[in-house]
């Protein structure tokens, strides 16, 4: 059991029969109040994120995730499948609901972390930073960069973003997944 103590970040527990995540929980004392801890705290299955008070009497069950590493294989009819990096021969599928707005980050080859709640898959985990290859990019207008112009591209997956006027076509970029934006060019074509 976990009491409100244990509530730091990063930690999972069971509350109200679906496992979450703490992604950030601070200690707060008010005059002549017990104090309590306010947490934000992300539902894995739905991924919705939500703030929460728990206080000193509230206890919680530890959630036993089971964490698995996979590699990307193809999408096909809202359905993502992924192989076992040591076998390429033993594949699953996970649908869209699972994937969820992270499917539009996933390119061939790439690893990704599975978590998996009571042996049923939940969600997964990318990378925080991708690479890919820029497919398309109209040409950079000069005298278009006073205010630091930016064009959209479309990358090697299909996925579409906000660049700098430099990215050329055939150059390698990485994208935050964490926000969906242009991070840094790592080759230039």
């Not at 205010?147 to 970029?173: H, Y």
């Amino acid at each position: 059991m976990l009491s409100y103590n244990d509530l730091q970040k990063g930690v999972g527990f069971i509350l109200d029969g679906d496992p979450y995540e703490i992604l950030e929980s601070n200690f707060v004392r008010m005059q002549q109040r017990k104090p309590v801890m306010q947490a934000k705290i992300r539902n894995l299955i739905s991924g919705k994120v939500v703030s929460k008070t728990f206080h000193q009497s509230d206890s919680f069950v530890e959630a036993e995730l089971q964490k698995q590493e996979a590699l990307f294989v193809y999408s096909h009819r809202n359905e993502y499948v992924f192989r076992h990096p040591a076998d390429a021969k033993e594949r699953f599928s996970l649908s869209e609901d699972v994937v969820g707005e992270q499917g539009k980050f996933l390119k061939e080859g790439i690893l990704v972390t599975i978590y998996s709640f009571k042996e049923k898959h939940i969600n997964i985990s990318l990378p925080i930073k991708i690479e890919y290859r820029v497919k398309e990019a109209p040409p950079g207008i000069k005298g278009d960069t006073a205010t630091g112009g930016t064009k959209t591209i479309t990358l090697e997956n299909g996925l579409k973003i906000n660049v700098p006027m430099f990215i050329n076509e055939g150059d390698i970029i990485r994208v935050n997944t964490g926000t969906g934006e242009y991070a840094e060019r790592v080759e230039k074509k």
